[in-house]
């Protein structure tokens, strides 16, 4: 029971930066399933998640937003990582399942995010919800802004 608990503590931290963010709420903006995140913004969310597949959380923590690395120490999010994805195995396959604009997330100041879903297979667990929360910085450069694990 204590591992348990300590997973979800850990999962709990992880996704601070997008709780809420998978429910349509008056203040967030949803674009047509037409629409997809721009290539930049994905490809800067594949090479964080490259990195985390990897197991180099260190270096994905220094290419995630200043937001998110307000919300815990890079030492906690290190931990964090090893403890649910080790778990869980080598990725397997990643299939974009959605891709949603926001402008209004809870937890993170208005802004220019797209909130981008995987059914992600690993090697211990197959069909697990990924969700990665890609903000655009003032300096015009796409960055991981949340990241979050069932």
């Known amino acids: ?16 930066a997008v709780v809420g963010c998978h429910k349509q709420s ?13 290539a930049v913004a994905l490809e800067s969310g594949h090479a964080c998640l490259a990195l985390l597949d990897g197991g180099s959380y260190s270096k994905a923590w220094e290419g995630v937003a200043a937001t998110m690395q307000s919300t815990m120490s890079q030492t906690d999010f290190d931990k964090g990582m090893q403890s649910i994805r080790t778990p869980l195995g080598k990725m397997v396959s990643r299939d974009l399942k959605s891709q949603k ?18 059914n992600t297979t690993f090697e211990n667990k197959p069909n ?23």
């Open 128 to 150: 697990v919800a990924e969700t990665l929360v890609l903000a655009l910085g003032q300096d015009g450069s796409w960055k991981v802004a949340g990241y979050s694990l069932p």
């Open 101 to 118: 604009h926001k402008t209004h997330l809870p937890g993170l100041p208005d802004g220019d995010y797209w909130v981008v879903s995987y």
């Open 26 to 38: 008056e203040t967030t903006h949803a674009v047509s399933s037409n629409d997809a995140a721009p």
């Open 1 to 16: 029971m204590k591992l348990n608990r300590r997973i979800y503590l850990v999962c709990a931290l992880l996704s601070l």
